[in-house]
């Protein structure tokens, strides 16, 4: 019983001393990073959902064997590139695009778990991105879902976002979701890479 305390107590040295000798390798980019002012932002945009039809971006890639008969769809995963807009109209200035994976996960509501990304083309954020993860309960009005992360400009990220269905056009399965999202991130983490 002694040998195994003291072969704990070498594990447990070596293990301090590599997460020592880790944080003093750390570059002077990193520690500023780390040490950045952290800036809080608000942003409006527009998801444009594509549901059907020659150029549609959402597409089912799964179901479960009760999908069919589940009145929530509870199973199907689906995988979306929509566009992301300025404004409601699909002509108005393009930001980027949402990407990820939404799955119909409750058997009760109509409600998602979803992974999407908010990739940014233009402006600004151009080259960042911000993740959602979380559940979406679809037919409700101000649907909460956390920001749990991001790249770029949005490294260490984290808020919120508001979304809410614009409008719904069921001939052409054409959605348009708007996104007010909420966000602190380190200011300077865009900075440290260069």
């Known amino acids: 019983m002694g040998n195994v305390g003291v072969i704990l107590m070498i594990f447990s040295l070596i293990i301090a001393i590599t997460s020592v000798d880790a944080n003093s390798q750390m570059s002077k980019q990193e520690k500023t990073w780390f040490r950045g002012k952290e800036k809080l932002i608000k942003l409006h945009f527009y998801v444009q959902d594509e549901l059907s039809g020659p150029n549609k971006t959402v597409w089912e890639v799964s179901r479960s064997n009760i999908t069919s008969i589940s009145p929530t769809s509870f199973g199907q995963v689906r995988v979306l590139d929509d566009l992301l807009t300025a404004g409601p109209e699909k002509n108005s200035t393009k930001l980027g695009r949402a990407q990820g994976l ?22 600004k954020y151009n ?47 054409y959605g348009v979701l708007e996104y007010i999202v909420y966000v602190a991130y380190v200011k300077e983490s865009r900075d440290g890479l260069h």
């Open 127 to 173: 080259g960042s991105t911000l993740c959602v993860l979380g559940r979406n309960p679809i037919l409700g009005m101000d649907r909460e879902l956390p920001i749990v992360g991001g790249t770029g400009v949005f490294r260490m990220a984290r808020g919120y976002s508001i979304s809410n269905t614009y409008s719904y056009d069921p001939v052409k399965d």
């Open 102 to 123: 939404i799955t119909f996960a409750d058997l009760n509501e109509s409600a998602l778990a979803m992974n999407i990304n908010f990739v940014f083309s233009t402006g």
